[in-house]
């Protein structure tokens, strides 16, 4: 095997494999990449048993195909060093990886490739195509709402939702709840609900490009879920297990509403979260009249307040929440302005939205304070 390629072309695609790479993997060959060369383009393979991600791209120079597995990380880092304009030659000499670049030459070891895991070929049930940016979006718009180690495993993941054409992904980790859609996905009448794992959507949303107009294939089975663009193919197993109904968590009962700039309110929350409890991050918020105040202190007597103005219709009401969560949800939301929502009740969960665009919402449960 041998391959000549540019410094930045093989450095770009070890970028987009090296999020899969297990840093504690339990197999040694976990933490190699599998190199495979035929006479036209070269792929760089990472799995976790769990994902798998293939990257790819078109050679312009003559090749001697083959295949090698060589360490990611040490490939990664050997790239980085090199200079930006540099040619890189990695070939395999014995049983060993030879990468040659200008007066550089580095020796690497490698691992045999029949040992190099491969998720099973796999039957896909339901297969469409969206726009790349698209997807990026409806997943970035949610995945921070994932749980984090719950003992409730489905909830440490996505819900993704297709039904007569519209896409739907939701997130919840039990305190906050993010949900947005794309709508006139060319999926025909097909329905599906699957939860993909925590890791697997933020690779997704890493490897997505937000501002590619390439239409990517979302390939959906019984155990694994497919995303396939020209630059690469990424396959993930699913969680086998039901999603809570979502549209139960979402108040429908609502008394007060409200509406606050955007930035403002970010940047309010922000400064009072300085003087908040380290540890449980609350915040109260009163809201009275067309003005909010918002209110936090911390064990050592210090109080933080912020006064600002928005349109509020309701009754006067106190509620408390993390503010973590409120800045996750207003970093989320693009537009101008910020909708709230709620029941008359302080216990009951605030709906938020984005006041130009209504395709996603967020619920944020209070927090006793």
């Keep these: 095997m041998k391959v000549t390629i540019q410094r930045a072309a093989l450095f770009r695609l070890l970028q987009m494999i090296s999020g899969v790479v297990e840093r504690r993997q339990t197999l040694p060959i976990l933490a190699n990449v599998l190199v495979t060369v035929d006479e036209t383009s070269l792929s760089l393979t990472a799995t976790d048993m769990e994902i798998e991600l293939v990257a790819s791209a078109t050679l312009t120079e003559p090749s001697v195909p083959g295949m090698i597995t060589v360490s990611a990380r040490k490939l990664l880092d050997i790239c980085r060093a090199l200079p930006e304009d540099a040619v890189i030659t990695l070939a395999l000499e014995g049983d060993h990886a030879v990468l040659r670049s200008g007066r550089?030459?580095?020796?690497?070891?490698?691992?045999?490739?029949?040992?190099?895991?491969?998720?099973?070929?796999?039957?896909?049930?339901?297969?469409?195509?969206?726009?790349?940016?698209?997807?990026?979006?409806?997943?970035?718009?949610?995945?921070?709402?994932?749980?984090?180690?719950?003992?409730?495993?489905?909830?440490?993941?996505?819900?993704?939702?297709?039904?007569?054409?519209?896409?739907?992904?939701?997130?919840?980790?039990?305190?906050?709840?993010?949900?947005?859609?794309?709508?006139?996905?060319?999926?025909?009448?097909?329905?599906?609900k699957v939860i993909l794992p925590r890791k697997s959507v933020l690779e997704?949303?890493?490897?997505?490009?937000?501002?590619?107009?390439?239409?990517?294939?979302?390939?959906?089975?019984?155990?694994h879920f497919r995303v396939k663009s020209s630059d690469f193919i990424f396959t993930s197993r699913l969680i086998n297990a039901q999603y809570p109904d979502y549209d139960k968590l979402i108040p429908r009962n609502i008394e007060n509403t409200a509406i606050a700039d955007r930035d403002l309110f970010k940047q309010a929350l922000t400064r009072a979260s300085i003087l908040s409890n380290e540890k449980f991050r609350g915040v109260r918020l009163h809201l009275d009249q067309d003005n909010l105040r918002i209110v936090a202190n911390n064990p050592e007597q210090e109080e933080a307040e912020e006064m600002m103005q928005m349109e509020y219709q309701g009754n006067g009401m106190e509620i408390g929440f993390n503010v973590t969560y409120l800045l996750d949800v207003v970093s989320a939301i693009s537009s101008t302005d910020i909708h709230w929502s709620c029941g008359g009740d302080p216990n009951s969960g605030v709906v938020f939205r984005p006041s130009e665009q209504d395709d996603s919402l967020y619920v944020v449960m209070p927090m006793r304070l």
């Design 204 to 223: 997704l949303v890493r490897l997505l490009d937000a501002n590619s107009e390439e239409n990517v294939t979302v390939c959906i089975g019984e155990n």
């Design 104 to 192: 550089s030459r580095f020796l690497l070891t490698t691992l045999p490739t029949e040992d190099f895991p491969a998720v099973q070929d796999c039957p896909f049930s339901i297969e469409f195509s969206m726009d790349q940016s698209r997807l990026q979006k409806v997943i970035g718009k949610v995945h921070f709402a994932m749980g984090q180690q719950d003992v409730r495993h489905y909830l440490n993941g996505a819900l993704f939702e297709i039904d007569k054409g519209v896409l739907r992904c939701i997130a919840t980790d039990g305190h906050r709840l993010a949900y947005s859609f794309a709508d006139s996905i060319d999926a025909g009448a097909v329905q599906a």
